[in-house]
């Protein structure tokens, strides 16, 4: 555990509405404060009391983001490594649930020498020491960044605020500093900018002990002094502070409208940060590419929880990314799973460039998956399987090219005579679903002179996985024997992590989730090379 006492915080909490942006900010700040050569960390602090939001269903909470040390979090810490290109930890989450957890654990072992415990102190304090160990253990942050879940008004987010009071008034003055995003709408029909609703969060987040240092105010459109000085002074914050997050089209412009409004260096000077000048010349060239790409292309995700994006976050960030490194736009085609059941799969995949089935869970639409993944081996459509998505291809490739009838994956058909996906033998006796799968990174060794070779450019590397089954290895040689080759396993269990097929234009699937470590300025080599691979497939269509 590294706490020094020079490290300063930043708290940052939202209010009138939720969906303002807060992680993206939090994000942002982090990359501002890191651009000025500071070190810097990000805790995400959850209101709810599941332990983590790996028992959560996507519909629910979105992607859950894996670190690579195996923790199942909040889908926002996807947004600080992408900003901040630094890995996160377990210790970058905490939820109410976690907390209340170790308290009682602490309880029950007799730690209270027969105290009550209590929301304060002893909620608070282990709050406390959640945000100040927050990060890597061995490194001392210059600042933590806390970005506290929910909207002010929330009863649960109550012991979160307390603790950030008390932890302010113990750091000191220029040692703590709080932001509060906001909302300030315009009413067309009145022609304004409306100010009450941040008045009145900033009373309630007053009331409870906490003076916002700086105000980020969401707003469609430039705002204009007027409205900032007005805000400022009813809200008893300095107008410099009161900074405009106006809307902006891609996400990774964000850091670039605070820095213009001057957030950098407030908070520098406010925290007396020791800094150089920022640089962030490397983070404009790749929003420029972003917003100004040559070619399109289209790519089709297959998946069951299409209604809500946010359940695959990474994945549509992996694709900006890599798009930007290719030069091209990348139009995501959505495509609900189950839909194709009743369909043919021409319908749905005609027009696009590549298709890429990524993870889910259970039985709904696999079948719909099984016959996409073996539309795009048969057309020689560019094919990128994740996860289930790589478990589906081998189903469909075990089925129709080495004859093994009905072969499916046990999760699926746990009575199938072809069990080619299977569960592993340490999964099968476990009682709890909470934290028991293969989680976090691990190593994987890729064969020489294989597509996977070309992809990574490298024999080692390092994925995070979130998953029960694998690949059976009984199976293993009949696959190789038709063309489908293991190219990447795991060096320690010999569970294949990576297979292609030989033959094929591109056709990748994977185990692990290559979009958890795919960065703005570092996008994911399996990504970016599907993304070459469709655009040379959209090429030479046309041609
Ligand atoms: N359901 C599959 C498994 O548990 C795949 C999980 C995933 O795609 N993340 O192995």
Not at 128 to 138: E, P, S
Request: proline share 4%.
């Amino acid at each position: 555990m590294a706490v020094d006492n020079n490290t300063k915080y930043i708290f940052i909490t939202g209010g009138v509405v939720s969906s303002l942006g807060k992680g993206i900010a939090s994000a942002s700040i982090g990359l501002l404060l890191k651009s000025r050569g500071l070190r810097v960390t990000i805790l995400k602090l959850d209101p709810y009391i599941n332990v983590d939001p790996g028992t959560l269903s996507p519909y629910q909470h979105g992607e859950v983001f894996v670190t690579d040390d195996g923790a199942e979090t909040d889908l926002d810490l996807g947004h600080y490594e992408r900003f901040i290109h630094d890995n996160m930890t377990k210790k970058n989450n905490a939820t109410t649930g976690q907390i209340y957890y170790s308290v009682i654990k602490k309880e029950r072992r007799g730690d209270y020498l027969g105290k009550t415990v209590q929301v304060i102190p002893h909620i608070t304090d282990e709050i406390k020491y959640r945000i100040r160990t927050a990060g890597h253990d061995n490194v001392i942050y210059d600042v933590i960044i806390v970005e506290v879940g929910g909207t002010i008004g929330d009863i649960e987010s109550l012991p979160f605020l307390e603790a950030i009071r008390q932890l302010c008034l113990e750091a000191g003055h220029e040692n703590a500093l709080n932001i509060h995003l906001t909302l300030v709408p315009y009413i067309k029909a009145a022609g304004e900018f409306k100010t009450k609703p941040t008045q009145h969060s900033v009373m309630r987040l007053r009331a409870i002990g906490i003076q916002p240092d700086v105000l980020l105010c969401r707003c469609e459109d430039h705002m204009g002094t007027d409205i900032k000085n007005k805000i400022g002074l009813f809200c008893n914050v300095a107008k410099e502070a009161v900074v405009e997050a106006t809307d902006v089209s891609i996400i990774y412009q964000v850091p670039l409208v605070f820095e213009e409004g001057g957030l950098g260096n407030l908070l520098a000077q406010r925290l007396k940060l020791k800094t150089r000048k920022p640089n962030l010349s490397k983070w404009k060239a790749f929003v420029k590419n972003v917003q100004n790409p040559e070619k399109k292309i289209t790519i089709a995700i297959c998946g069951k929880y299409v209604e809500l994006k946010d359940s695959y976050k990474s994945i549509i960030e992996s694709f900006v990314h890599a798009g930007a490194a290719c030069n091209a736009h990348v139009e995501l085609k959505w495509v609900d799973a189950e839909e194709i059941e009743n369909h043919t799969v021409a319908q749905f995949f005609g027009d696009v460039s590549g298709i890429l089935i990524p993870g889910g869970f259970g039985n709904r639409g696999i079948e719909g998956k099984i016959s996409v993944a073996g539309y795009a081996r048969e057309n020689n459509i560019p094919f990128f399987g994740i996860c289930l998505g790589m478990q589906c291809a081998i189903i469909e490739f075990a089925r129709n090219v080495c004859g093994m009838k009905n072969a499916n994956g046990a999760e699926f058909s746990p009575q199938t005579d072809y069990p080619v996906i299977d569960i592993m033998e340490e999964q099968k006796n476990l009682s709890n679903l909470g934290g028991t799968m293969r989680l976090g990174a691990y190593e994987c060794k890729i064969k020489p002179d294989t597509k996977t070779f070309n992809i990574y450019g490298k024999q080692t590397i390092h994925e995070r996985h979130r998953h029960r089954y694998e690949v059976n290895n009984r199976y293993l040689d009949d696959f190789e024997k038709k063309g489908l080759i293991a190219t990447g396993v795991n060096p320690g269990t010999n569970l294949v992590e990576i297979v292609e097929i030989q033959g094929h234009p591109w056709f990748i699937g994977v185990q692990f989730h290559p979009e958890l470590k795919s960065r703005a300025l570092e996008p994911s080599p399996p990504f970016r090379e599907f993304v070459k691979a469709a655009l040379d497939y959209a090429a030479n269509r046309i041609v």
